[in-house]
Nanobody, 124 residues
Framework: QVQLVEFGGGSVQAGGSLRLSCTPADYTYGRYCMGWFRQVPGKEREGVAALDSGSGTSLTDSVKGRFAISRDNVKRSLDLQMNNLEPGDTAIYYC??????????????????WGQGTQVTVSS
């Protein structure tokens, strides 16, 4: 199974923006549903956003109104646009393919294709 690759992380000040991308994000591997998680040391991996096979989106409450998830079919990427970043958004961000049952952000169970992640650091 091919791993996904995340990129686009960096360091920004609070209020800034970053755009993360993850490839490949197409139906080649049998699932079109994908999502983003994040993790800080010592804590469990947290679901952030998901895009299902019908292009429906879901976002965790803490990022609603600030983050947006989308797919670029030309670049074959899954993108996460992050605006108005807060220090609490600091984490390593990972993308993954959804479980066959659908995009459940409450658990990492069934998600696969995890890459190495990309670091996002937001300073106050």
């Amino acid at each position: 199974q091919v791993q996904l690759v995340e990129f686009g992380g960096g360091s920004v000040q609070a209020g800034g923006s970053l755009r993360l991308s993850c490839t490949p994000a197409d139906y080649t591997y049998g699932r079109y549903c994908m999502g983003w998680f994040r993790q800080v040391p010592g804590k469990e991996r947290e679901g952030v956003a998901a895009l299902d096979s019908g292009s429906g989106t879901s976002l965790t409450d803490s990022v609603k109104g600030r983050f947006a998830i989308s797919r670029d079919n030309v670049k074959r990427s899954l993108d996460l646009q992050m605006n108005n970043l807060e220090p609490g958004d600091t984490a390593i961000y990972y993308c993954a393919r959804c479980p066959w049952a659908g995009p459940d952000l409450s658990s990492t169970l069934g998600w696969d294709g995890w890459g190495q992640g990309t670091q996002v650091t937001v300073s106050s």
